[in-house]
C-alpha cells in the first residue's frame, strides 16, 4: 500500500512539475524553432495529440475547417517542442504519458484507444478533477491542441476574422516619432 | 552626435563576428524596455556614453505579422510561456528591443496618489510625493503622446459594455494611452506594425542613439561586475538566435550599471551576481495583477474583431479599500479566444468557436499582495506564485460586477474562464456560480501582463533592495529603473508608473554623476 501511495505521490509530484509546462507553452508559441531529435514527439505523444484533436474538434455538420486536413500536429510539434529545454521536454514527454496511461483506472484503456464518447468524459472529468495536476493536463494538452488548430490563418475564415489588416487597410508606417527638442 | 538620423543604432548578433569583445562605456544598461530606453535617452542626452545591452533580438516593426501565435514566438519572454510554478498564470512581458513597451495594451495611468503617500509612510519614500512625481508624469506623458482615447478610439464590444456600464450608472473610464493616430487593428499585443504606439522602439531608443547610445540586441548579461562595492561593468554573451550558441562573450566597462531587465530578469540577474541582497530580498515581494476575462456571448454577431485594444475601464473599486480590482474591456483574435473558456469538450466547444464573432470580453484583474518570489532552480528561472485567498476573493467580488455589467450590455450567457465547465445564463445566477468558485491551483485561466515588486524600493536598507534613488542599497552606482521597484502593487497597469520613476531616476544618476 505505502508503495502504491508513494508512487502516487511521485506521479503527482511529476504532474505537477509539468503542469507549468503544459499550461504556458499553451501560450501560443506558434513559431518553428530549431527541431532537434530529442524533441520530437514520440508515438504516443502523437497518438495522444491526435486522439485530442479528434474530440476536441468534431467540425462534421460545421462550415469550420476539417482538422484532419490542416498540419495540426506538425503546428504542435514544430512550434511547441522545438528548441524546448531539456528538462522542460522531458517533463512534458512524462506528463503526456501520464495522462494516457491514467485512462485505464477508470476505463480499462489508454486515453488513445478510448472511443471519442469516453475520451471526450475522461477529459471533461479531468478538468473538473480534484487533484490539480489532473485539471492541468486535460486543460494544458486539450489547450495545446486547440491552440495550433486556430493558429492556421486557414482556419479563421469560417470565423469571419480577417487576420492581418495593416497591409490590407493600406495603413502608413509613422516611423520613428521626432526627438521632442528643447 | 547628430540629432536628425533618428534611427535605431542597433547591433544584433549577425552584425558582430569577433569571438570577443570588450567596450568602454560611461554608462551600461541592461535591458531596452520601459526603464532602460528612458534611462538610455536621458543619460546620453547629458553626454554620457551609452551601451544598451538587450537579451531580446531586434524585430523592426515592418516585419510584425499582426498574428499573435508568432508574435509571442518572436517578442515575448519564453516564446510567450512563461508562467509560475503551477502553471495557471501566463506572465507576459516583451523580450525584444524596446520590451514590454513593444507587447503592451499602451494603456497609461499615474500612479494614484494613495499609492505614493503609502510609499512615503511604509517605505520611507518620501522624496517621491504626488507633488515631486507629478511633472515626470506630465514630461512622459508629452514625450509618449499619451492622451485620452478619442471617440472613434473604440471597439464593437466596447461600445456595448459601454451601454452596460451606463445602464448601472458606472462611472466610465476612458482609457489614456501612448499612441498617436491609433489605426485600431486592436494588435497592441502583437506589436504596432505602424509605429502609432508611441513605444520604446519608436521613441526614448532613436532617440538615445541621436546622442549616441548604441543598442546590442540578442545580447544576455551573464554578470554584473563590481570593483570596492561599486558597479563596474557586465559580462555578457552575444548569442546567434538560430543555433541558441553562445557567438561572442563581451565584457562592458562602465562605471555606472543600469539594471532593466524586467521583474523577473533583474532579481535573476542580481541572483547570478551575488550582489545587492544583503537583505533577502531580491526576488521576493513578486505581485503580478493576476486578470481573468469573462468571455461574454450575444445573440447576434458582433465581430468585435479589431478596434482600440483596451479603450474602456471601470477603476471604481480599483483602490483596495474599494475592493482592489479594476474592469478592462479587450478585443481578441481566435486563437486567444481558444483557450479562454471551457464550454465542454467536443461539440460544444466547436458551437462556442463558431460563436466567437458573437463575442466580447471583458477582464477584471486585481491589486495583489506581494507574496511570490523569482528564483533561480538548477539554473532555471521559477516564478513562484499563488494567487492569495484574500486577493482571490476581491477577484470573486470583482467578476460579479464583471458580469453584471456584461450582461446589463445585453449578452445572453457567460463563459468563466476555468478549468471545468462553468457557465452563467442569467443575472440571476451570477452570485451562486462565482460564490461557489474556490481558490484552487490549476483552476483557472489566468493572465498576467504586469509582473512587479522583486527589487523593491525603500529606505529601509534591511528590508529593501534599492533605496529611494533607485541606487541599490548594496553597490553604488548599480541602478534598478523597470518594475521591480514597486514597493506594492498598485492595481492599475504600471507602464507610466515604470516611464515616471525611471526619468526620476535618470534625472538623479545625471545630477549625482556628472558627465
Same mark, same amino acid.
Given at each position: 500500500? %505505502?508503495?502504491?501511495?508513494?508512487?502516487?505521490? !511521485?506521479?503527482?509530484?511529476?504532474?505537477?512539475?509539468?503542469?507549468?509546462? /503544459?499550461?504556458?507553452? %499553451?501560450?501560443?508559441?506558434?513559431?518553428?524553432?530549431?527541431? @532537434?531529435?530529442?524533441?520530437?514527439?514520440?508515438?504516443?505523444? !502523437?497518438?495522444?495529440?491526435?486522439?485530442?484533436?479528434?474530440?476536441?474538434? *468534431?467540425?462534421?455538420?460545421?462550415?469550420? /475547417?476539417?482538422?484532419?486536413?490542416? *498540419?495540426? &500536429?506538425?503546428?504542435?510539434?514544430?512550434?511547441?517542442?522545438?528548441?524546448?529545454?531539456?528538462?522542460?521536454?522531458?517533463?512534458?514527454?512524462?506528463? &503526456?504519458?501520464?495522462?494516457? !496511461?491514467?485512462?485505464?483506472?477508470?476505463?480499462?484503456? *489508454?486515453? @488513445?484507444?478510448?472511443?471519442?464518447?469516453?475520451?471526450?468524459?475522461?477529459?471533461?472529468?479531468?478538468?473538473?478533477?480534484?487533484?490539480?495536476?489532473?485539471?492541468?493536463?486535460?486543460?494544458? &494538452?486539450?489547450?495545446?491542441?486547440?491552440?495550433?488548430?486556430?493558429?492556421?490563418?486557414?482556419?479563421?475564415?469560417?470565423?469571419?476574422?480577417?487576420? *492581418?489588416?495593416?497591409?490590407?487597410?493600406?495603413?502608413?508606417?509613422?516611423?520613428?516619432?521626432?526627438?521632442? !527638442?528643447? | 552626435?547628430?540629432? #536628425?538620423?533618428?534611427? =535605431?543604432?542597433?547591433?544584433?548578433?549577425?552584425?558582430?563576428?569577433?569571438?570577443?569583445?570588450?567596450?568602454?562605456?560611461?554608462?551600461?544598461?541592461?535591458?531596452?524596455?520601459?526603464?532602460?530606453?528612458?534611462?538610455?535617452?536621458? +543619460?546620453?542626452?547629458?553626454?554620457?556614453?551609452?551601451?544598451?545591452?538587450?537579451?531580446?533580438?531586434?524585430?523592426?516593426?515592418?516585419?510584425?505579422?499582426?498574428?499573435?501565435?508568432?508574435?509571442?514566438?518572436?517578442?515575448?519572454?519564453?516564446?510567450?510561456?512563461?508562467?509560475? #510554478?503551477?502553471?495557471?498564470?501566463?506572465?507576459?512581458?516583451?523580450?525584444?528591443?524596446?520590451?514590454?513597451?513593444?507587447?503592451?495594451?499602451?494603456?497609461?495611468?499615474?500612479?494614484?496618489?494613495?499609492? =505614493?503617500?503609502?510609499?512615503?509612510?511604509?517605505?520611507?519614500?518620501?522624496?517621491?510625493?504626488?507633488?515631486?512625481?507629478?511633472?515626470?508624469?506630465?514630461?512622459?506623458?508629452?514625450? +509618449?503622446?499619451?492622451?485620452?482615447?478619442?471617440?472613434?478610439?473604440?471597439?464593437?464590444?466596447?461600445?456595448?459594455?459601454?451601454?452596460?456600464?451606463?445602464?448601472?450608472?458606472?462611472?466610465?473610464?476612458?482609457?489614456?494611452?501612448?499612441?498617436?493616430?491609433?489605426?485600431?487593428?486592436?494588435?497592441?499585443?502583437?506589436?504596432?506594425?505602424?509605429?502609432?504606439?508611441?513605444?520604446?522602439?519608436?521613441?526614448?531608443?532613436?532617440?538615445?542613439?541621436?546622442?549616441?547610445?548604441?543598442?546590442?540586441?540578442?545580447?544576455?548579461?551573464?554578470?554584473?561586475?563590481?570593483?570596492?562595492?561599486?558597479?563596474?561593468?557586465?559580462?555578457?554573451?552575444?548569442?546567434?538566435?538560430?543555433?541558441?550558441?553562445?557567438?561572442?562573450?563581451?565584457?562592458?566597462?562602465?562605471?555606472?550599471?543600469?539594471?532593466?531587465?524586467?521583474?523577473?530578469?533583474?532579481?535573476?540577474? +542580481?541572483?547570478?551576481?551575488?550582489?545587492?541582497?544583503?537583505?533577502?530580498?531580491?526576488?521576493?515581494?513578486?505581485?503580478?495583477?493576476?486578470?481573468?476575462?469573462?468571455?461574454?456571448?450575444?445573440?447576434?454577431?458582433?465581430?468585435?474583431?479589431?478596434?482600440?485594444?483596451?479603450?474602456?475601464?471601470?477603476?471604481?473599486?480599483?483602490?483596495?479599500?474599494?475592493?482592489?480590482?479594476?474592469?478592462?474591456?479587450?478585443?481578441?483574435?481566435?486563437?486567444?479566444?481558444?483557450?479562454?473558456?471551457?464550454?465542454?469538450?467536443?461539440?460544444?466547444?466547436?458551437?462556442?468557436?463558431?460563436?466567437?464573432?458573437?463575442?466580447?470580453?471583458?477582464?477584471?484583474?486585481?491589486?495583489?499582495?506581494?507574496?511570490?518570489?523569482?528564483?533561480?532552480?538548477?539554473?532555471?528561472?521559477?516564478?513562484?506564485?499563488?494567487?492569495?485567498?484574500?486577493?482571490?476573493?476581491?477577484?470573486?467580488?470583482?467578476?460579479?460586477?464583471?458580469?453584471?455589467?456584461?450582461?446589463?450590455?445585453?449578452?445572453?450567457?457567460?463563459?468563466?474562464?476555468?478549468?471545468?465547465?462553468?457557465?452563467?445564463?442569467?443575472?440571476?445566477?451570477?452570485?451562486?456560480?462565482?460564490?461557489?468558485?474556490?481558490?484552487?491551483?490549476?483552476?483557472?485561466?489566468?493572465?498576467?501582463?504586469?509582473?512587479?515588486?522583486?527589487?523593491?524600493?525603500?529606505?529601509?536598507?534591511?528590508?529593501?533592495?534599492?533605496?529611494?534613488?533607485?541606487?541599490?542599497?548594496?553597490?553604488?552606482?548599480?541602478?534598478?529603473?523597470?518594475?521591480?521597484?514597486?514597493?506594492?502593487?498598485?492595481?492599475?497597469?504600471?507602464?507610466?508608473?515604470?516611464?515616471? +520613476?525611471?526619468?526620476?531616476?535618470?534625472?538623479?544618476?545625471?545630477?549625482?554623476?556628472?558627465?
Amino acid at each position: 500500500m %505505502s508503495h502504491i501511495n508513494n508512487q502516487r505521490r !511521485q506521479f503527482l509530484k511529476l504532474a505537477t512539475a509539468i503542469t507549468a509546462t /503544459v499550461m504556458s507553452c %499553451s501560450s501560443m508559441q506558434v513559431m518553428a524553432g530549431i527541431l @532537434t531529435d530529442e524533441n520530437k514527439m514520440d508515438a504516443t505523444e !502523437q497518438a495522444v495529440f491526435k486522439k485530442m484533436l479528434a474530440i476536441a474538434l *468534431p467540425t462534421e455538420g460545421t462550415t469550420l /475547417v476539417n482538422p484532419a486536413t490542416l *498540419p495540426v &500536429i506538425p503546428t504542435i510539434e514544430g512550434a511547441l517542442l522545438a528548441g524546448m529545454p531539456p528538462h522542460i521536454r522531458k517533463g512534458l514527454n512524462q506528463g &503526456i504519458h501520464y495522462f494516457n !496511461q491514467s485512462a485505464e483506472k477508470a476505463y480499462g484503456k *489508454p486515453f @488513445t484507444k478510448l472511443s471519442d464518447a469516453d475520451a471526450t468524459a475522461f477529459v471533461d472529468a479531468w478538468a473538473d478533477s480534484d487533484v490539480a495536476p489532473h485539471r492541468a493536463l486535460a486543460m494544458g &494538452i486539450k489547450k495545446l491542441t486547440v491552440l495550433a488548430y486556430w493558429a492556421i490563418p486557414n482556419t479563421w475564415a469560417p470565423l469571419g476574422y480577417d487576420g *492581418p489588416v495593416s497591409e490590407k487597410w493600406g495603413l502608413k508606417k509613422r516611423g520613428v516619432t521626432p526627438e521632442p !527638442q528643447a | 552626435m547628430s540629432t #536628425t538620423q533618428n534611427q =535605431l543604432n542597433v547591433k544584433t548578433a549577425a552584425d558582430i563576428t569577433a569571438a570577443q569583445l570588450d567596450l568602454d562605456a560611461d554608462v551600461v544598461i541592461i535591458g531596452s524596455g520601459a526603464g532602460g530606453g528612458i534611462n538610455a535617452y536621458e +543619460l546620453a542626452k547629458a553626454g554620457k556614453k551609452v551601451i544598451v545591452l538587450e537579451a531580446g533580438p531586434y524585430v523592426p516593426s515592418e516585419k510584425f505579422t499582426e498574428m499573435m501565435a508568432v508574435s509571442m514566438a518572436t517578442l515575448y519572454e519564453g516564446e510567450g510561456a512563461q508562467s509560475n #510554478t503551477d502553471g495557471d498564470i501566463t506572465v507576459l512581458q516583451g523580450r525584444c528591443v524596446g520590451g514590454s513597451t513593444v507587447v503592451n495594451a499602451a494603456l497609461c495611468f499615474r500612479t494614484p496618489d494613495y499609492y =505614493l503617500n503609502k510609499w512615503g509612510k511604509e517605505y520611507g519614500l518620501t522624496n517621491l510625493t504626488p507633488d515631486v512625481m507629478l511633472p515626470y508624469f506630465e514630461k512622459v506623458e508629452k514625450k +509618449l503622446g499619451i492622451t485620452e482615447v478619442k471617440g472613434h478610439e473604440t471597439s464593437v464590444g466596447a461600445e456595448y459594455i459601454k451601454k452596460g456600464m451606463q445602464k448601472l450608472d458606472i462611472p466610465l473610464g476612458l482609457a489614456r494611452r501612448n499612441i498617436r493616430d491609433c489605426a485600431m487593428t486592436g494588435f497592441c499585443f502583437a506589436g504596432c506594425k505602424t509605429d502609432r504606439k508611441q513605444s520604446m522602439m519608436v521613441t526614448y531608443l532613436p532617440w538615445a542613439c541621436n546622442h549616441g547610445a548604441v543598442i546590442y540586441a540578442d545580447t544576455r548579461v551573464t554578470k554584473i561586475n563590481t570593483v570596492n562595492g561599486a558597479a563596474s561593468g557586465v559580462n555578457a554573451e552575444v548569442v546567434d538566435p538560430k543555433t541558441g550558441k553562445v557567438k561572442t562573450r563581451m565584457k562592458v566597462n562602465a562605471p555606472i550599471v543600469v539594471l532593466a531587465a524586467g521583474p523577473t530578469g533583474s532579481p535573476l540577474l +542580481l541572483q547570478q551576481s551575488g550582489l545587492a541582497n544583503s537583505s533577502g530580498q531580491v526576488g521576493k515581494n513578486f505581485a503580478c495583477h493576476p486578470s481573468l476575462s469573462v468571455t461574454a456571448m450575444f445573440d447576434k454577431q458582433l465581430n468585435d474583431f479589431h478596434g482600440a485594444t483596451h479603450s474602456l475601464f471601470d477603476d471604481s473599486h480599483t483602490l483596495p479599500d474599494d475592493g482592489g480590482w479594476i474592469q478592462l474591456n479587450a478585443v481578441q483574435d481566435p486563437v486567444e479566444a481558444s483557450f479562454m473558456a471551457e464550454p465542454g469538450t467536443g461539440k460544444p466547444y466547436v458551437r462556442y468557436m463558431q460563436n466567437y464573432p458573437n463575442s466580447t470580453r471583458l477582464i477584471t484583474l486585481i491589486h495583489d499582495k506581494n507574496v511570490g518570489e523569482v528564483t533561480l532552480e538548477n539554473g532555471y528561472k521559477e516564478i513562484r506564485y499563488q494567487v492569495d485567498d484574500e486577493d482571490f476573493e476581491a477577484m470573486k467580488k470583482g467578476l460579479k460586477d464583471n458580469a453584471r455589467i456584461l450582461f446589463a450590455a445585453g449578452a445572453k450567457y457567460l463563459y468563466l474562464p476555468t478549468s471545468d465547465k462553468q457557465r452563467i445564463n442569467s443575472v440571476d445566477d451570477i452570485d451562486s456560480v462565482i460564490d461557489a468558485l474556490e481558490n484552487e491551483p490549476a483552476r483557472y485561466r489566468y493572465t498576467s501582463f504586469h509582473p512587479q515588486g522583486t527589487c523593491r524600493m525603500g529606505a529601509d536598507k534591511t528590508k529593501t533592495v534599492v533605496n529611494p534613488y533607485g541606487e541599490t542599497h548594496d553597490i553604488k552606482k548599480l541602478y534598478v529603473v523597470d518594475a521591480s521597484l514597486l514597493p506594492t502593487s498598485i492595481g492599475y497597469n504600471p507602464s507610466e508608473t515604470v516611464y515616471a +520613476l525611471a526619468s526620476y531616476i535618470a534625472d538623479h544618476i545625471n545630477q549625482t554623476n556628472p558627465s
